[in-house]
């Protein structure tokens, strides 16, 4: 059986990086966290203080940006520095959909991931993996769940850092983000019309990563 590309898109908080770390720990597979490389883009941006939209293009499509899968999670290195502690703030969270806006800068990305997803036996989460950045992957999963369950999620993994964040603005930020994400020009998120809806608020992370290795059964019935 030959390797699968396993796409997995989404909206914030529906747990597409747990459940694809699971999967591709299971497998044996490579893992490519998309939405790392966007926030990594908007860290450095916000670094440089860059605001300008060609500026931020110009820096994201010369950035030396490295992708290493380690246990815990997937480490981005740009320009030789491990960024991964830095780019899950709340302000790069509040900042990173409009830098993903950019042309510039999806295209940039876009090459890269579809230089590692092309070769197969990896799943990619993100948002626009099964509509743009792979339109041939093997299996498309459009991983959801309703935005009161997602911002629950967020809450538990946030609260650690940030005390001060409420349910009620973690619920506001992931609203607010889905609306910029699906309404941008360019690879908007939008479930592929050929990917599996699958709706997780009743599932674990374990349980939706046996729902998907269930479809990628039912398509590829000699699959793992
Ligand atoms: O998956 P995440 O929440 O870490 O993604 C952060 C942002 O990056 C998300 O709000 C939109 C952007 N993104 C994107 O535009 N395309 C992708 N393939 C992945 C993420």
Redesign the pocket.
Known sequence: MKKLSIAI?GP?GAG??SVSKILAARLGYAYL???????AVTYEALERKLTDDDAIADMAAKLDMEVIPKEDTMHVIVDGKDVTPFI?TPEV?SH??AV??IAGV?SA?TAI?RKLGEKGGIVL?????GTT?LPHADVKIFLTASVHTRAIRRFKELTEGHPDMTMEDVEKEISR?DY??SHREI?P?KQADDAVLLDNGDLTLEGTAEAIIAICRKKFPDFA
């Open positions: 898109d914030a597409k990086s966290d998309t939405g790392a490389m966007y926030r899950r969270s990173v959909s993903s806006a999806r990305m991931q989460d993100g948002r626009d993996i950045v983000r910029l994400d690879s998120l």
